[in-house]
Every structure is written in C-alpha cells, then in structure tokens.
C-alpha cells in the first residue's frame, strides 16, 4: 500500500470488495441500521476472526483502519473520534493479524486505510501531524458519500452495557470457507465453496468468495517485486501476464489488470485465449459486476470474442 503524499490525497480510489468474501450483503446504504452497527466505542479493536463486523458496519459508516504494532496512534483516535460518529477507527495489530496485514498490503505502521460499502481504500502509511490526518479524513468522507455512505453511530453512554453484534450466520459451506480463511487454509476454503456451488449453482456469494480465494492462493508467497520483475522480462509470458494480472486485481488496480489481459487476448492461441477469459471472469466477479470498470471491460471482451 503506498502512502498518499498530500499533493494527491484527494486520490482516493476503491479496490477489491471484500465483503462477498465473508458475509451476505448488508443492506443497501441509507437503510435503518440493524444491531450490527452497534459499536462499543468509535475506537475498537478488530482481528482476522473479527473484522466481518467492520465489513458490516462499513455499509453504514465509513470505517478507518489502522494496521498499527505496539500502540495505535493517539494522533488517530483523537482525530477521528473529534466527527462524533461520522467516522468509526477499528485498530488491528498487524503483528497478531497476518491475513488483514496481507489484505491491506502493510508494509509499514502504521498503515492506515478505510472500509466504504465494503470496499477498501488505501489512505496512508506512518506517522501524520494531526492537521494532515483531518485533511484525509475530510477527503474519505466526501468519498463515503459519493457512495451513499453517510450514516453515523452512536456510542452507548458511559456506563452502559454495549450491545452484543448480531450477525446473520452463515451458510454452513461459507462458514467453513470462512473459517479457513481465517486460519490461513485457502485450499479448504477453495473446497468448501466448490461444494457450495455444486450444491447451488446460482449461489453467486459462493462464486464470488471462490474467485476471491483462488487470488488470495494463486499470489501464495512470491514478492510484488518479483511477481512484476517477471512480467517485464517476458511481456509475452503468459503465466507472467496472469501472475501481474492478480497482483494488480489484489491492489485495486483493476484497470491495470484488465488492460494487460485484453491486450495479449489477441496474440494468444486458444487454449491461452481461454486462460485469459476465464482469470478474467473471476476478476469480474471480485471486483462486482456494477462496477464501472468491470462493465468497461466486459465490453471489451464481448467485442474480442465475436
């Protein structure tokens, strides 16, 4: 995740939805919040085995993210609990943490990012004076509510008991592809929602969360600096091609993604023709098919293919 310099934080710009990954939708922004945006505080603490709720909560309230090791900064909290509501922080240490660290992309800490409509957002890495803090958080929320995300929280007033979250449970399929997930098994998780899907092939959750997890295994350990060193000595490799293409999609550079594979689509024969419809279908169903980028390039494939 790279930092945002402050000539370009304005820059602000989604990536990869998440949240079909774990959870059914919430529901739509702007609809009475359920239980589930009950938060004990506007500072909490978030985990692996957790952060189903942030992903919730986000449909209502934008949610920053501070991946942080050994304290969260106080520079933060101060700086988003001062919009009383407007903004939820959730506090994840990167150390204990590995598979929201991976999702993040934190190479340093803090690395602080958002979560808008379940989508993540990257804001910034290290330290910030206070003053510049607000200024992205201004930015996020103007962002938040291009997408319909403007609701608040309220707190419970000191003393009181918090509410316990209630969450629809999950299919038994997705909870165990969740469960792995969690644990860092993408190879039962991958199982699960095949099982999911051969049982429901309409179960578009099931689809979705199986792309998601097929990206998350493909990237396994290589580096991002190995993974593009290798597609710029072969621009013609196709399994190069593939392997930039998914860290492309893993950062949110969907046009990047999308672009390279469209252009060696006509190069290649039609078993790599194939490859490439394919990797980009599941591209397609991460990213979500309303998204603008997607329905771009879904043009575009159409238009290749006949």
Do not use: C, W
């Not at 945002?4 to 079909?20: E, F, K």
């Not at 942080?68 to 900064?73: D, H, M, Q, R």
């Not at 169903?285 to 980028?293: S, T, Y």
């Amino acid at each position: 995740m790279t930092s945002i310099p402050p000539a370009s934080r304005a820059n602000l710009r989604g990536a990869v939805d998440l949240s079909s990954l774990v959870r059914p939708p919430a529901p739509p922004a702007g609809s009475a919040p359920g239980p589930a945006a009950s938060v004990p505080s506007l500072v909490v603490e978030s985990s692996d085995a957790s952060f189903t709720a942030i992903l919730d909560l986000s449909q209502t309230v934008p949610v920053v993210v501070e991946l942080y090791v050994g304290e969260p900064s106080a520079t933060l909290i101060s700086a988003v609990t001062a919009y009383a509501g407007r903004l939820v922080l959730a506090t994840v240490d990167a150390s204990a943490n590995p598979q929201l660290t991976q999702a993040f992309h934190a190479a340093a800490a803090p690395t602080v990012a958002a979560v808008v409509g379940g989508r993540p957002i990257a804001l910034y890495e290290g330290e910030l004076p206070e003053a510049d803090v607000k200024q992205v958080l201004d930015q996020l929320l103007t962002l938040a509510a291009q997408q319909n995300v403007t609701g608040t929280v309220e707190p419970p007033e000191p003393g009181a008991e918090p509410a316990e979250p209630v969450e629809e449970p999950l299919p038994p399929h997705h909870q165990e592809a969740y469960d792995a997930i969690a644990a860092g098994d993408f190879d039962t998780a991958i199982r699960e929602y095949r099982t999911a899907i051969a049982q429901d092939p309409r179960d578009q959750l099931a689809v979705a969360g199986l792309a998601q997890v097929s990206l998350l295994s493909r990237l396994g350990t290589a580096s991002a600096s190995e993974i593009r060193a290798a597609a710029a000595a072969a621009p013609t490799d196709l399994d190069a091609q593939l392997a930039v293409a998914d860290l492309d999609t893993s950062g949110g550079h969907l046009e990047d993604a999308f672009g390279r594979l469209l252009e060696l689509f006509p190069t290649l024969d039609q078993p790599g023709k194939d490859r490439v419809r394919t990797r980009l279908l599941d591209f397609f169903e991460i990213a979500g098919g309303d998204d603008p980028r997607v329905v771009s390039a879904r043009r575009r494939l159409t238009g290749l293919l006949y």
